[in-house]
């Protein structure tokens, strides 16, 4: 296990084979603590072309080809930045401040199961796939170009979709 801490800012993690070979940092679990004021996770994935997929919790991010989680706690919002080979995502929760997904340009499944704090999911180009069983906060959907659907099981706070000038349902 590998422990990172931050007093206050930004912090930004890689990982994915793509990005200069950070999936061997990501051999085992990775807990990231942030300290006080205003804090900001970014993990970026966008480097890489392959097709991977995983889960968000509140406090983690798990598969996407990692050895191990990353953990995180203290931070006001997460910005989470996918590869353009297509990408499948279960949102089974989001920390209380801002979550901000953004995918590549392949074609993308996503399932939005909870949420506790605004999130913004931009699905990119490609034929893509989002499906909201559960929103407790504010949802910013946005599809690319391609055939997309979105399917809304529940809708529990605002929510808002822009959708890309391909075929959408």
């Known amino acids: 296990s590998a422990i990172q801490s931050a007093t206050s800012g930004r912090a930004r993690g890689c990982f994915g084979a793509a990005n200069g070979g950070a999936s061997g940092l990501m051999g085992s679990r990775l807990m990231l603590g942030a300290g006080s004021g ?13 097709a991977t997929g995983g889960a968000l919790i509140a406090t983690s991010l798990s598969g996407f080809g990692m050895g191990g989680p990353i953990s995180f706690g203290g931070v006001d919002a ?21 979550t901000k997904i953004t995918s590549g340009g392949g074609s993308d499944t996503f399932a939005v199961e909870s949420t506790s704090g605004a999130l913004s999911l931009s699905t990119g180009e490609g034929n893509d796939t989002v499906t909201v069983v559960s929103n407790d906060a504010s949802l910013n959907l946005t599809s690319g170009g391609g055939d997309n ?3 809304v099981d529940s809708i529990g706070a605002a929510a808002t979709s822009n959708t890309g000038d391909g075929g959408n349902t």
């Open 78 to 98: 997460v910005d989470l930045l996918l590869c353009s080979g297509g990408n499948t995502l279960t949102i089974a929760g989001t920390i209380s401040g801002s």
């Open 149 to 151: 659907t979105i399917v």
């Open 38 to 50: 205003s804090n900001s996770l970014v993990l970026d994935d966008s480097g890489s072309a392959t």
